[in-house]
């Protein structure tokens, strides 16, 4: 299983409906990892000089329609009123986590992703945050959890795996960071980014992690 397999451009079927949709991948510095695997690799990430830095997730509510209680980053659906992407991933992260958008450097985006389930055409938007500020829950309907998750907790070998969802044919990178598991998308997201900023450490691809949905 390769990064390809998760972030190839995929298309919808000409007859289906597509709806626009972003996410953002908003890193900062300031949260020390939690686990003891990722204390371990916080040595190694220091002489690359990101030790300290994080990115941030939630998990979204249980009663949503689309991905229940899945870890994400922040994020959703185009409003009419939204220039572009950007302007969607900022608007839906300050919603969700109470995140103020003017203290964010947009750094670029990735091309759209079609994710099948939700039929939606994802941007991913990669920011930077100079000056992190206090995040949280800002509607329990539609996150359960806010959290600044530790780069060092997420590239820990010790910490990663696959998992493969009941009644399903395939497997996605997966991530125990002690107080989420993430997997699918947005897994696969984070292991092309590690993988390309040159984070990522050698590990277990036989490796299975159990998340209960």
């Known amino acids: 299983m390769g990064n390809e397999q998760w972030l190839r451009r995929r298309h919808a079927q000409p007859d289906e409906i597509v709806r626009e949709a972003s996410v953002l991948m908003l890193f900062?510095?300031?949260?020390?990892?939690r686990t003891p695997a990722g204390q371990a690799e916080?040595?190694?990430?220091?002489?690359?000089?990101?030790?300290?830095?994080?990115?941030l997730l939630l998990e979204r509510a249980s009663t949503l329609r689309h991905h229940p209680g899945q870890v994400a980053f922040p994020g959703g659906g185009r409003d009419p009123?939204?220039?572009?992407?950007?302007a969607v991933a900022l608007r839906e992260a300050e919603e969700e986590t109470g995140l103020d958008p003017h203290g964010i450097d947009v750094i670029g985006t990735m091309d759209p992703l079609f994710i099948p389930v939700s039929r939606f055409d994802v941007t991913p938007v990669i920011a930077w945050w100079p000056d992190p500020t206090e995040v949280r829950v800002m509607d329990h309907g539609e996150s359960a959890r806010v959290y600044r998750v530790p780069i060092a907790d997420l590239v820990a070998p010790a910490?990663?795996?696959?998992?493969?969802?009941?009644?399903r044919a395939y497997s996605t990178p997966a991530f125990d960071v002690g107080v989420l598991r993430v997997w699918g998308f947005t897994a696969g997201l984070l292991e092309f980014a590690l993988e390309e900023l040159?984070?990522?450490?050698?590990?277990?691809?036989?490796?299975?992690?159990?998340?209960q949905l």
């Open 81 to 86: 009123e939204d220039v572009d992407a950007v």
């Open 42 to 55: 916080a040595e190694r990430l220091d002489a690359l000089g990101v030790a300290d830095v994080d990115v």
């Open 28 to 33: 900062g510095r300031g949260v020390p990892p």
């Open 159 to 167: 910490n990663r795996g696959t998992f493969s969802p009941p009644d």
């Open 198 to 211: 040159g984070w990522a450490s050698d590990w277990d691809r036989e490796a299975y992690i159990h998340i």
